[in-house]
C-alpha cells in the first residue's frame, strides 16, 4: 500500500517535441508536456471539454525512449510520481514548479 502514496498516472497526448539533455555523466534528461481533457455536460446541458497540461520528467534509459519515440501528438500513458521544486527567476522570485517524474511510459495510438 506505500507505492500508493505518490502515485500518478495520465493519459494524454504530447503538446511539444520532447526537448532531451545528454548530461555529463552520460546520462540523459527529458522534459515534455502532455494535456489530459476530461468532457461534461453543465448545469445548461451544455457539453464542456477542460484541458490541463502536466509537465513530465524522464531520466535514463526511459529519456531515451522518449527522445527515439515520441512527437507532438503522440498519445502516451504515463505512470509516475509527483515531485515540486523551486528556482529564483531572472528579477529574483522564487518560483514554484510541479512535474511528474515517469517511472514508466506506454506508447498508445498505434503505428504512425
Do not use: C
Amino acid at each position: 500500500m506505500s507505492n500508493l502514496r505518490n502515485s500518478v498516472r495520465l493519459i494524454g497526448n504530447l503538446g511539444q517535441n520532447p526537448e532531451v539533455k545528454n548530461l555529463n555523466s552520460n546520462s540523459k534528461l527529458a522534459k515534455f508536456s502532455i494535456a489530459t481533457s476530461e468532457t461534461y455536460n453543465n448545469d445548461k446541458g451544455e457539453k464542456v471539454t477542460e484541458t490541463n497540461w502536466h509537465n513530465i520528467v524522464a531520466w535514463g534509459k526511459l529519456a531515451g525512449i522518449v527522445e527515439q519515440y515520441l512527437q507532438k501528438g503522440k498519445e502516451v500513458a504515463i505512470e509516475g510520481k509527483l515531485t515540486t521544486r523551486s528556482y529564483n527567476d531572472k528579477e529574483g522570485n522564487k518560483k514554484y514548479v510541479t512535474e511528474v517524474v515517469a517511472n514508466e511510459i506506454l506508447l498508445l495510438g498505434g503505428k504512425n
